[in-house]
């Protein structure tokens, strides 16, 4: 039944609450006390602040507060701090209004972005209040994890629209928010509307919290058979996670009925080699990993296994602590301190609480556990103490165990602190850049009023704002500088029409990347990865991966100097230099160095050249591959995402006359291997702007394999012309040893390919690997029904071409395992 219908024609407050109540008691739910007094706030028109722990409904508040909006006709937005949540409640809410009356706004895409109903990033809406103020079609607003109000490089967007919309209600929900009192005052002044707060700390399942010396895997054990499952193990690192994950296979977790019904669940989902190996092992045996490296697929089959009550145990890191939901009955810390990026420090009060509020399931629980497990050498010191209990001589010798080197200590008294302390108080995390400067004159009005309100009546101290005024001013002079805004002669500032259409604020530097492009030469051999290097150097750097690539140059170079005889403190200051790969590098901080010079909100921000998908491409490997050579096998998400950003990118900032045929190749090949390794990162929004809109079917094609790869006929060609050419590159280094690695299935062995090529090398000295050896020209394709002929013709120094590689590409070889399968059939002269 959708709520939608339930909208009654009085909208009096007493009406809508009873309408919406109603409705709930329908669908098996009694509301809370806590959830009463929200609503009935919320009817009455009062901006909320509720403050609840997890798991104590504060869904179902934001449900009836858009619920209330939509029978008073007010424009409402839900915003949440992670795409993924906006993508959950995207569908929820789906479910419940009808997809018409829902949209999702995430900055990469936009889906009925005019609907009654919105879900979008916290940053969308700040853009937005910037951009309209007063003016802008916002009725109301759920802010959903608010204490990200607090977080250093993200907070603002929290803060400007309470700044900015003064006639919408608010309603402010965390389960970790501390004392509200100053956000009462504040938004009573600002709205004019009374602010209520809903507060309880007390959780419709009730939390029993211990602190334990036993060893890990007897807790564990003494948890599972004690039906405390499903527990959810707390790591502070991927490593950790999936190190403690594998250690319980010797526990048996599941009887034999609940491992055939995983393997039914599981069905034909796809595992690729490396990790995804792992996690079929694991998820087998009644034990999941949860954490942001992984795949979103995989993620997503941990969730849904765990929602069916078939694991036991998750070890995850504290991601789930941002609103995923998951059944969980006992939350297990394996420490109480974490590396925030800078420094190993001690959990803060609102994060232990957000993570321990996933024990206990409303519904399903009576009580929620939370376990601290002691660290380890405490443990090992009272395992010591027992053995040597009732013996003082052996007392007496006891030597008990430091703390490693750089623990940041912690004990049972942090424990039972961490437990009783209320959540710190949020703090102002404002800053001025650029885009906040541009999208306020583009507001239009007056400017400097505009300016003036929003840097003296945020939440910051005074001398805060004086610091931000400082730089607001500095931003100004640079923008009139050059030519960007202009100052008419009744006083009024506004941008001139020299900003490019489709300035982007939210992917700033993406003019620059188009105004790069024109210097390139689309005529050039080399144009299309050309195009991908200016594209990757404004993309976010992906630091894993620029690292692994780093340490693999490093390694390679040490080699090679050591071959050369080069001494061991000279080889040190010649590695000083060695970075990950940096392609057109020089050009890019020239072209970007007077880019600046007329463009000047780029300054907060900064140019990284980087080779990701270049080097992916000019390597020839398949994903798999190259998350094996660089030993990335606990990122492979974050290689993936890096990817699926740098298509979109590809797609939709290079515009359409600069697409060459090899380019719209190399753009199709990137899309294809996205979607072959985990389809749902770019059919997630195919399936929404088709009207998909249940949790359920989204959740059906992300465990559904992938379609055929060689469907796409084009990104396939490529596959094919990559998997050749990576055979090329390795004949040209001479590696015999990784040529049989790949092709001794098919009798091409590491002897076999330097018995072919021998003739070849008496002949010439080198095998071209340059954009023209590696162009579509050199590539003979027969496409057959079942199998493709290929002849890869080498680049010889005298331009003879009278030499190649012959193989089969066999299509459903390919479909089945997601890439270009090839079988060599010869290697020779013409």
């Known amino acids: 039944m959708s709520l939608t219908d339930q909208i009654p024609a009085d909208t009096d407050p007493d009406t809508l609450y009873d309408a919406f109540a109603g409705w709930a008691e329908s669908q098996g739910f009694s509301l809370y006390p806590a959830q009463q007094d929200a609503l009935i706030e919320i009817v009455s028109g009062a901006n909320l602040i509720l403050s609840t722990p997890t798991g104590s409904g504060k869904s179902m508040v934001a449900l009836g507060a858009h619920f209330a909006a939509m029978a008073q006709r007010k424009r409402t937005f839900y915003t949440a701090p992670i795409k993924a949540l906006v993508s959950e409640k995207f569908f929820a809410l789906c479910a419940a209004f009808g997809p018409e009356n829902v949209g999702m706004m995430t900055g990469d895409a936009a889906v009925n972005p005019d609907a009654p109903i919105i879900c979008c990033t916290a940053e969308i809406l700040a853009n937005l209040a910037l951009r309209d103020g007063a003016d802008a079609d916002v009725g109301q607003v759920v ?31 965390s389960a970790t928010l501390g004392d509200v009192t100053r956000f009462v005052d504040d938004l009573t002044r600002r709205t004019g509307r009374a602010t209520a707060v809903v507060s309880s700390g007390e959780r419709p399942v009730p939390l029993i919290h211990s602190y334990v010396t036993t060893p890990l895997h007897e807790t564990i054990e003494e948890l599972l058979s004690t039906k405390q499952a499903p527990i959810y193990i707390v ?34 989902f796809r595992f690729t080699a490396g990790f995804g190996k792992t996690l079929s092992r694991l998820v087998r045996h009644g034990i999941g990993v949860h954490h942001a490296g992984m795949l979103p697929k995989y993620r997503r089959l941990v969730e849904l296994l765990a929602q069916a009550g078939l694991l036991k145990v998750v070890c995850g890191t504290d991601t789930l602590g941002v609103g995923i939901n998951l059944p969980i ?51 090992e010191n009272e395992k010591a103490a027992a053995k040597a209990a009732g013996d003082p001589k052996k007392l007496k010798k006891l030597v008990r165990k430091k703390p490693p080197e750089g623990f940041v200590g912690w004990a049972q008294p942090t424990f039972e602190r961490l437990v009783s302390a209320e959540p710190e108080p949020l703090t102002s995390s404002f800053h001025v850049s650029h885009a906040m400067v541009l999208n306020v004159i583009e507001r239009g009005g007056d400017a400097f009023a505009n300016m003036r309100h929003l840097l003296t009546d945020n939440h910051e101290p005074r001398a805060a704002q004086r610091k931000h005024i400082r730089r607001a001013i500095s931003i100004y002079k640079a923008l009139r500088t050059a030519g960007i805004v202009e100052q008419s002669e009744d006083g009024r500032i506004r941008v001139t029409n020299v900003l490019q259409l489709g300035f982007a604020l939210n992917q700033p530097l993406s003019p620059f990347a188009v105004a790069a492009i024109e210097l390139l030469d689309p005529t050039s051999p080399g144009y299309a990865l050309d195009v991908v290097s200016i594209i990757e150097a404004v993309l976010e750097d992906p630091r894993q991966i620029l690292y692994a690539q780093q340490d693999k140059a490093k390694g390679e170079a040490v080699a090679q100097m050591k071959a050369d005889g080069i001494e061991y403190e000279e080889r040190m200051a010649l590695l000083e230099g060695v970075t990950w790969p940096k392609p057109m590098e020089e050009l890019l901080e020239v072209a970007f160095e007077s880019y600046r010079k007329g463009h000047p909100w780029v300054d907060d921000h900064r140019l990284s050249p980087k080779a990701v998908v270049r080097d992916l491409f000019e390597q020839g490997m398949t994903f798999t591959e190259y998350v094996s050579f660089y030993n990335l096998a606990r990122s492979e998400g974050l290689v993936l995402r890096y990817l699926a950003d740098a298509y979109r990118a590809l797609r939709q900032t290079v515009p359409e006359d600069a697409k060459t045929d090899e380019l719209l190749d190399l753009i199709e090949w990137l899309g ?71 092709d001794a299935e098919s009798g091409w062995d590491a002897d076999a390919w330097h018995e072919a090529l021998a003739p070849y090398f008496e002949l010439y000295d080198e095998i071209g690997i340059g954009p023209d050896a590696r162009g579509p020209a050199r590539l003979i394709l027969e496409q057959r029904a079942e199998i493709w002929l290929a002849r890869q013709i080498l680049d010889d120094p005298d331009g003879h071409h009278d030499w190649g590689i012959s193989a089969e590409i066999d299509l459903a070889a390919s479909d089945e395992a997601g890439h270009a399968v090839v079988r060599i059939t010869d290697v020779g002269q013409l």
């Not at 526990?251 to 034999?256: A, D, E, V, Y």
């Not at 929404?688 to 992938?706: E, I, R, V």
Request: aromatic share 8%; net charge neutral.
């Open 235 to 268: 790591h502070f690192t991927q490593a950790a996670a999936l190190e403690q994950a594998s250690a319980l296979m010797s526990i048996n977790m599941c009887t034999r009925a609940e491992k055939d019904a995983i393997a039914e669940l599981i069905g034909n």
């Open 143 to 173: 802010m959903d994890e608010f204490h990200f109000y607090s977080e250093p490089d993200r907070g603002w967007a929290w803060q400007v629209p309470l700044i900015e919309l003064p006639d919408v209600q608010f309603i402010l929900m």
């Open 672 to 742: 294809e291997l996205v979607r072959q390794v985990d389809s749902s990162l770019l059919d997630e929004w195919e399936q929404l702007q088709s009207g998909t809109s249940t949790a359920d079917k989204l959740a059906a094609a992300a465990a559904a394999a992938p379609p055929a790869v060689t469907r796409n006929v084009r990104a396939f060609r490529v596959q094919v012309r990559n998997a050749l050419f990576r055979r090329v590159e390795l004949a040209a280094r001479r590696r015999w040893d990784l040529l049989g690695e790949l």
């Open 329 to 379: 009955r006992t939350v297990l810390f394996t420490g109480l301190n974490k590396f925030d990026g800078q420094k190993m420090r001690l959990l803060k009060a609102r994060e232990f609480h957000q993570i321990a509020g996933r024990a206990g399931r409303a519904g399903y629980d009576t009580l929620g556990t939370v376990i601290v497990q002691a660290p380890e050498h405490v443990v």
